[in-house]
Nanobody, 125 residues
Framework: VQLQASGGGLVQAGGSLRLSCAASGRSLSGYGMGWFRQAPGKEREFVAAINWSGSSTNYAPSVKGRFTISRDNAKNTAYLQMNSLKPEDTAVYYC???????????????????WGQGTQVTVSS
């Protein structure tokens, strides 16, 4: 399975970006998807997760109410809509696919078997 993240860029504070994560090599319709981020000098942290059907989502407190995770299983793609961006949202964002079939919305990185290459998001003040 290969995951390709895209959609990052430079945006002013208060702006929006939409990240995409396209999967190839295998259908991920039965697996949860997640987004994590890593800022310079910091550890990778959980951002958002969605279960296999899209019926359940989970967010980090720092992004809840501003970010929305979604998926289109027909397109084998997950999305992260980011609104009201803040400078502290600046990081490399990674998409991931869980290893457990029909699992839940996981916030722990160890639950994810597949990772994309990351896309840079920079929010200027």
């Amino acid at each position: 399975v290969q995951l390709q993240a895209s959609g990052g860029g430079l945006v002013q504070a208060g702006g929006s970006l939409r990240l995409s994560c396209a999967a190839s090599g295998r259908s991920l319709s039965g697996y949860g998807m997640g987004w994590f981020r890593q800022a310079p000098g910091k550890e990778r942290e959980f951002v958002a997760a969605i279960n296999w059907s899209g019926s359940s989502t989970n967010y980090a407190p720092s992004v809840k109410g501003r970010f929305t995770i979604s998926r289109d299983n027909a397109k084998n793609t997950a999305y992260l809509q980011m609104n009201s961006l803040k400078p502290e949202d600046t990081a490399v964002y990674y998409c991931s696919a869980a290893g457990r079939l029909y699992g839940s919305t996981y916030s722990a990185a160890r639950e994810y078997n597949y990772w994309g290459q990351g896309t840079q998001v920079t929010v200027s003040s």
